[in-house]
Nanobody, 127 residues
């Protein structure tokens, strides 16, 4: 069975850093683009970042660009999101997702176009 398990979330003060991890199993991890998606309280899902199969190409939402860094380890089947200079508005449940049916990660989010999802890990940033 396909599994994506996020970890590393917690509470942190504004300006601090958190590193999220996502452990994948049940599919050929190295063949899938990977994504981070988040959902703030009372809001819809928001695409955060994308990374290609080899980890050589990355994309970020404007809201996190310059602060977040996505990476992957295909040997360990893990995905990571290093989050620096955190802001209260970064408070959300963070999910990792695998595979995309479309060329637009944002469109895929709206269309439920990701193949696999994790359960999420909560990140709370206090001011």
């Amino acid at each position: 069975q396909v599994q994506l398990r996020e970890s590393g979330g917690g509470s942190v003060q504004a300006g601090g850093s958190v590193r999220l991890s996502c452990a994948a199993s049940g599919f050929t991890f190295s063949s899938y683009w990977m994504y981070w998606v988040r959902q703030a309280p009372g809001k819809g899902l928001e695409w955060v970042s994308s990374i290609n199969t080899g980890g050589t190409t990355t994309y970020y939402a404007d809201s996190v660009k310059g602060r977040f860094t996505v990476s992957r380890n295909n040997t360990k089947n893990t995905l990571h999101l290093q989050m620096n200079s955190l802001k209260p508005e970064d408070t959300a449940m963070y999910y990792c997702a695998a595979g995309c049916r479309y060329g637009s990660a944002q469109y895929a989010l709206r269309q439920n176009g990701y193949y696999y999802w994790g359960q999420g890990t909560q990140v709370t940033v206090s001011s």
